[in-house]
């Protein structure tokens, strides 16, 4: 049985890919979603409080942006939904996420795949995770 579904969200278009994958198998079980996602906060941020050029100029605060109204999109289309982050390397956060929210699946986009570069995400989580992984085809 399929209780719970992580998916890494990161911005990019085959993350937006992987959320519509696995929100659709998410209906079918009646399964929980978690958005995860990896987040580098060590950015630089402007010292003003100006909320807008932080968004500009902080990859991690367009993320949180992001699976925030991402969260709210599927709550309002009645998903059960919440989000977890941390700060590190995207696979390994990834699959550190995915475990403690005790996922059954975790669902990524094929972004990196079509290179042979040991880091990329989906190769880290393919091989380290503790639950089945769905890849995404999104090119």
């Known amino acids: ?76 289309e009645g998903v059960k939904c919440r989000t977890m982050t941390d700060e590190g390397d995207p696979g390994d956060v990834l699959v550190r996420l995915a475990d403690e929210c005790d996922a059954d699946i975790l669902v990524v986009g094929n972004k990196g795949m079509q290179r042979r570069v040991l880091g990329s995400v989906p190769n880290t989580v393919t091989h380290k995770a503790g639950c089945s992984v769905l890849v995404v085809k999104t090119t």
């Open 1 to 76: 049985m399929v209780e719970r579904i992580a998916i890494g969200v990161d911005g990019s278009p085959t993350a937006a890919t992987a959320v519509d994958m696995a929100v659709e198998i998410a209906r079918r079980f009646d399964a929980e979603v978690v958005l995860l996602s990896a987040l580098n906060d060590s950015s630089t941020q402007p010292d003003d409080g100006d909320v807008e050029m932080e968004w500009a100029s902080n990859a991690s605060a367009r993320v949180r942006q992001l699976v925030s109204s991402t969260e709210a999109r599927l709550a309002r």
